[in-house]
Nanobody, 117 residues
Framework: QVQVVESGGGLVQPGGSLRLSCAASGTIFSILAMGWYRQAPGKQRELVATITSGGSTNYADSVKGRFTISRDNSKSTVYLQMNSLKPEDTAVYFC???????????WGQGTQVTVSS
């Protein structure tokens, strides 16, 4: 069973930076497409960024140029570097791993990111 665990959230001032990490276990990391999603209070969960097993990336328009997703297959970990943070980036951030063989999604428990002065 695939497990993903996020870390790295916290409180940051507008314009600041945070790096989220997501460690996966329970399968061969290279068969997982990974993604970050977020959910703000009263809103639906939305895609932030994804990265394929080969390293191709995709971003929501709202974070392009500010956020960078990357993966280290040797550590079975995916990262989300968030720069120039805005109050509207405040949300719970969830890591997702999609098994490319079975199509099954695995979700983490989420990590809170709060951007406020």
């Amino acid at each position: 069973q695939v497990q993903v665990v996020e870390s790295g959230g916290g409180l940051v001032q507008p314009g600041g930076s945070l790096r989220l990490s997501c460690a996966a276990s329970g399968t061969i990391f290279s068969i997982l497409a990974m993604g970050w999603y977020r959910q703000a209070p009263g809103k639906q969960r939305e895609l932030v960024a994804t990265i394929t097993s080969g390293g191709s990336t995709n971003y929501a328009d709202s974070v392009k140029g500010r956020f960078t997703i990357s993966r280290d297959n040797s550590k079975s970990t995916v990262y989300l570097q968030m720069n120039s943070l805005k109050p509207e980036d405040t949300a719970v951030y969830f890591c997702n791993g999609r098994n490319l063989v079975t199509g099954k999604d695995s979700w983490g428990q989420g990590t809170q990111v709060t951007v406020s002065s």
